[in-house]
C-alpha cells in the first residue's frame, strides 16, 4: 500500500471511530413521523413535478396501476426458496413503498385517472385511503411472520426496512396497538438479532461487499424509524452501523467502480442511498460519509459507462444484462449536483419504482450535449469501457476486464469481454445460475459452467480454470479519436502461463481487435471462447455471425494456420441449457508461445475489407497514436 493510501486509510479510520456513540448520534432526531426518505416538502415537489413533467406523469401512472395490482392480490406468505426468504423480503418492501408513496400523494395528483372514470371508460380508480388500508394490512401481515430469516440476514434487512417505511409513512393510520405490534417486530425480529451480529463481530459487519450495506441500511433505517420508542438501543444500532459501513463503501475507491459487477453495484449502491437518505431526512446529516468516500461519489459513473446501448450491462460475475432502473441515480444526480446521472435515469427502460418517482429530476442534457467522453477505465476494479457513440443503438460497445477472481460473486473470467453493435449483443456474459445449486456458493462452484473459465469469453488454457486467487491488473489505457484500447496482464490467471497479455482495441470506432499474447512454460492447448447467440458460419480463418440483417465478420489474423469452430454450450443439468447459445472457438494445440489476433467487424450488406497490419502489445503502450 502506497503511503498516500495508508493516509487516507488513516483518516477514513480516525472518523469512523469519531463517529457520535450512544444516544448522541441521535441528537439530531426528527420528531414524530413521517421522517424517513420522504418528508412533506418531498412530497410537494413530486406533486409539482408530476403536474408539469411527462416523464413524471408516466411514473406516477405506472405506479398506481402496479398498486391496483397490489390491492388484487393476496398477501404475502413466509415461504423460504433454498435457504432465503428474500424474494418476500423485496416483494414487502416493493408493496410498502409503492402504497405508502401513493397514499401519502393523496387523490389523483395525474388528474387523468378521474377524468377518464367521469367519462365512463375505465372503473373509478383506488382511492389514496385504499392504499393506505392495504399498506396497513401488508405490514401488519410481515410483523406476524414468525421471525424475519435471519440464518440469511439478507432477508431480515430488507424486511426491517420495509417495516420501518411502514411504521413511518402510515403511522397516521395506525391505531396505537397496531404501533406496538410492529415496533415490537422490529426490534425482535430485526434490531435484537442485528445487535447479535454486531456484539459478536459477525462477518457480514466486516464485510467490503454489498452484505454490508445492505444489512446495515436496512437494519439502521429500521433504528431510525423507532427511536422515539427505544432510543438506548436504536442509538447502539446506528453507532454500530456507522463503524461498520465504511468498510464496504471504501470498496468504490478510487473511481466509483465494483468488483461485485454491475448487479450488485445496485444492490449495494441502492442500500447505500437508502442509508444516507433517511439518516439526511431523520437526523439531518449523512454523519459525514459523503465528504469521506469520495470514491462513492463517482459510483453514478460506473453505472453510465457499464449500461450498453441497447439496454445490456457488461454483466460480469452474477449479473444479469439487463440494464433497467436505478432510482439511486436519481438521489445521486440531486444530492452530488450530477444531472448527468439523472439523464441516464431518465432513459433507461423498466417499471419505475417508488423511488424513482420520489427522487425524479428533470435535470440532463445527454452525452452528446455535454460531451461525455466515450472510452473509460475504471481502476482498482480493472474494467474498460469502449464505445463509438452516445445516443446510438447502433453504436459499438466493448466491456472488457481484468479484475480480481477473489471479489466476492465473481467468475473465474479474466480477460472475459461483451460486444454490442447494430443493436445487437454478439459476444455475450452468461451470467449467473440458479444459486440453488448444490454448493454454488461453496466448493462446487468452480464445477458450473457459467463460473468456469470456458464459460467466458477469454482464454482457457491446459484445459483448466483460472486460478480462484488470480489478479489481472489493467497495464494501459488509451483513448484517441482513431481507436481506444485496454491491455490486460493476465500471467497470473493461470499457472502454466510465464506471459499472458490480452488486449481489446476499437479501431476507427468501427472495428474491435482481440489480441493475445502468451508465453507458456510447457506446451498446453489454448482455446480462444466467443459465447454467441447468433447463427454462426465458420468457415477457416473467418467465421460469420448473423442476427436479423446484421453480421459480425470474425477474422483470425494470426496465428495464419489457425482456424475457427463451433460447439455447444450447453452443460449438463440442472444448470442452465443456455438455448440459443453456441461457441465459437479457436484452438491452438500444444502451444509454447503464441500471439493470437483476431478482428471483429460489424456490418450490413456487403462485408469490408478485413487486412490490418499487427503490431504487438509493447508497441500499443509505446506509440498509443499509432494505432495497428
Not at 462477518?203 to 427511536?227: D, E, F, M, P, R
Not at 459510483?299 to 450491462?313: I, M, Y
Not at 497495464?475 to 493476465?490: E, K, N, Q, R, T
Not at 450488406?605 to 503490431?615: D, E, F, L, V, Y
Request: net charge neutral; hydrophobic share 45%.
Amino acid at each position: 500500500m502506497s503511503f498516500g493510501a495508508v493516509c487516507v486509510a488513516a483518516c477514513v479510520l480516525g472518523s469512523v471511530a469519531l463517529a457520535p456513540a450512544g444516544e448522541d448520534i441521535l441528537k439530531g432526531l426528527r420528531q414524530g413521523h413521517p421522517r424517513l426518505i420522504a418528508l412533506e416538502a418531498d412530497l410537494a415537489r413530486v406533486r409539482e413535478m408530476v403536474a408539469k413533467e411527462p416523464l413524471a406523469k408516466e411514473y406516477h401512472a405506472a405506479l398506481r396501476a402496479q398498486a391496483e395490482r397490489y390491492v388484487k392480490e393476496p398477501p404475502l406468505e413466509y415461504k423460504v426458496i433454498g435457504p432465503r426468504l428474500l424474494h418476500v423480503s423485496r416483494a414487502a418492501v416493493d408493496r410498502i413503498y409503492t402504497l405508502g408513496l401513493l397514499y401519502r400523494l393523496g387523490g389523483d395528483v395525474g388528474g387523468g385517472s378521474a377524468r377518464r372514470a367521469a367519462r365512463g371508460t375505465e372503473a373509478p380508480p383506488t382511492t389514496a385511503e385504499a392504499f393506505a388500508d392495504r399498506a396497513v394490512a401488508e405490514l401488519l401481515n410481515v410483523c406476524g411472520f414468525k421471525d424475519w430469516h435471519p440464518s440469511h440476514f439478507l432477508d431480515t434487512a430488507e424486511m426491517t426496512h420495509a417495516a420501518a417505511i411502514g411504521y413511518d409513512w402510515l403511522h397516521d393510520r395506525l391505531t396505537p396497538e397496531q404501533r406496538k405490534t410492529v415496533v415490537e417486530a422490529i426490534v425482535a425480529k430485526g434490531l435484537l438479532p442485528a445487535k447479535k451480529v454486531y456484539d459478536g463481530g459477525g462477518w457480514w459487519a466486516k464485510s467490503t461487499h454489498n452484505w454490508n450495506q445492505v444489512c446495515n441500511g436496512g437494519i439502521a433505517i429500521g433504528a431510525l424509524a423507532i427511536a422515539d420508542e427505544r432510543p438506548e438501543l436504536a442509538a447502539e444500532i446506528l453507532a454500530a452501523a456507522r463503524r461498520s459501513i465504511p468498510l464496504a463503501m471504501r470498496s468504490y475507491e478510487p473511481e466509483g467502480g465494483w468488483a461485485e459487477g454491475p448487479g450488485y453495484w445496485h444492490y449495494a449502491t441502492r442500500y447505500t442511498v437508502y442509508y444516507l437518505a433517511a439518516l439526511q431526512t431523520a437526523l439531518g446529516t449523512d454523519l459525514g460519509l459523503i465528504q469521506e468516500m469520495p470514491g462513492f461519489r463517482k459510483a453514478g459513473d460506473f453505472r453510465l459507462h457499464f449500461a450498453g446501448p441497447v439496454g445490456h450491462t457488461f454483466n460480469y460475475a452474477d449479473a444479469g444484462s439487463r440494464s433497467g432502473r436505478a432510482a439511486e441515480m436519481f438521489w445521486l444526480a440531486r444530492t452530488l449536483d450530477e444531472p448527468r446521472y439523472a439523464w441516464h435515469q431518465r432513459s433507461c427502460e423498466g417499471r419505475p419504482d417508488a423511488l424513482d418517482l420520489l427522487w425524479f429530476d428533470p435535470r440532463g442534457a445527454g452525452p452528446k450535449a455535454e460531451n461525455w467522453p466515450l472510452d473509460r477505465r475504471f481502476r482498482g476494479v480493472d474494467v474498460v469501457f469502449l464505445r463509438s457513440a452516445w445516443e446510438d443503438k447502433d453504436a459499438l460497445f466493448v466491456g472488457f476486464k481484468g479484475g480480481d477472481n477473489r471479489a466476492n460473486h465473481s467468475h473465474l473470467d479474466l480477460g472475459t469481454f461483451v460486444l454490442d453493435a447494430l443493436g445487437t449483443r454478439w459476444a455475450l456474459d452468461l451470467g449467473p445460475d440458479d444459486y440453488n445449486l448444490p454448493g454454488f456458493f461453496g466448493k462446487q462452484r468452480w464445477t458450473y459452467y457459467r463460473l468456469r473459465t470456458e464459460g467466458h469469453n477469454t482464454l482457457t488454457i491446459g484445459g483448466e480454470n483460472q486460478d480462484p486467487a488470480a489478479k489481472a491488473p489493467l497495464i494501459a489505457f488509451a483513448s484517441i479519436p482513431a481507436w481506444a484500447f485496454g491491455i490486460a496482464d493476465l500471467s497470473g490467471a493461470n499457472k502454466g502461463a510465464a506471459r499472458w497479455w490480452r488486449g481489446i482495441a476499437l479501431l476507427d470506432r468501427k472495428e474491435v481487435l482481440v489480441q493475445d499474447e502468451v508465453e507458456l512454460k510447457a506446451p498446453a492447448d489454448v482455446v480462444w471462447t466467443l459465447h454467441t447467440a447468433a447463427a454462426v458460419q465458420a468457415e477457416g480463418a473467418t467465421a460469420t455471425l448473423k442476427q436479423g440483417e446484421s453480421f459480425l465478420r470474425a477474422t483470425i489474423l494470426e496465428p495464419k494456420e489457425a482456424k475457427f469452430e463451433t460447439a455447444s454450450a450447453t452443460p449438463p443439468k440442472p444448470q442452465a441449457q443456455n438455448e440459443g447459445v453456441s461457441r465459437l472457438l479457436i484452438r491452438l494445440a500444444g502451444a509454447k508461445e503464441a500471439r493470437l489476433a483476431v478482428l471483429l467487424t460489424p456490418y450490413r450488406g456487403q462485408p469490408p475489407a478485413a487486412a490490418r497490419p499487427m503490431t504487438p502489445l509493447k508497441q500499443w503502450i509505446a506509440d498509443p497514436a499509432v494505432r495497428p
